[in-house]
């Protein structure tokens, strides 16, 4: 059975440029989770998605957006991009909606550098 | 607000010896407690999760106990090996706002 995938896995851009990162969930998955890893640090949490439908999102500004198709599949943007944005961008995917409650399978990450 | 904390952040061991990796939650109030491995560069591979009502989760040469009471997780690990190189990162998963909160992760070489 396939994992979660991710595209593209290297990412190089400059500052003010958008990004578009893409996440294909576990079969069977209707969850999908983002998270941004600086390195030398635990992932935080950005976004999650169920059923379509944002449901919840952590402490990152409004240039971070994401959405979920039909398929269950996400993509996360970015906009006017920082120097701080560089990072490992990771999705996770899970069978239903509650974080807590679910076990989460990560998929291999995008890398993300901005120049 | 949940903190989490992992600590060494970084550990060498010579290969064969047995260790153990500690991860420390401020607010006992979690659902499970998961553990990762991280290679360099690459996304987290889950290896064991507890959830609240247990005290311990075994897998071959893994093993990580639980205690909410004291707010402490540790990660066992038997016999290591090269291969065992890694980051292990732990997350607690929290009833109230339904987020995972992680560690920052211990760097683990094993010395050939």
């Known amino acids: 059975d396939a994992g979660v995938t991710q595209s593209p896995t290297h990412l190089i851009k400059t500052r003010g440029q958008h990004v578009t990162l893409r996440c294909s969930p576990i079969?069977?998955?209707?969850?999908v989770s983002w998270y941004q890893q600086v390195l030398g640090q635990g992932p935080q949490f950005i976004f999650q998605y169920y059923e379509k439908e944002e449901r919840g999102r952590g402490n990152f500004p409004d240039r971070f957006s994401a959405r979920q198709f039909p398929n269950y599949s996400s993509e996360l943007n970015v906009n006017a991009l920082l120097l701080g944005d560089s990072a490992l961008y990771l999705c996770?995917?899970?069978?239903?909606?509650?974080?807590?409650?679910?076990?989460?399978?990560f998929g291999p990450g995008t890398r993300l550098t901005v120049l | 607000k949940q903190e989490v904390t992992q600590i060494p952040a970084a550990l060498s061991v010579p290969e064969g010896e047995n260790l153990v990796l500690n991860c420390s939650f401020t607010?006992?109030?979690?659902?499970?407690l998961q553990w990762f491995r991280q290679d360099p560069g690459k996304g987290l591979t889950s290896l064991l999760l507890i959830q609240s009502s247990q005290r311990e989760q075994t897998s071959g040469r893994l093993n990580a106990s639980l205690d909410k009471s004291s707010g402490r997780s540790t990660l066992y690990i038997a016999a290591s090996q090269p291969g065992d190189s890694a980051t292990y990162l732990c997350?607690?998963?929290?009833?109230?706002?339904?987020?995972?909160?992680f560690g920052k992760g211990t760097r683990l070489h094993i010395l050939p």
């Open positions: 607010d006992s109030a979690i659902y499970n």
């Open positions: 996770a995917s899970s069978r239903s909606g509650a974080l807590s409650y679910n076990e989460q399978f």
């Open positions: 997350a607690a998963s929290m009833n109230r706002d339904d987020k995972i909160i």
């Open positions: 079969s069977g998955h209707k969850s």
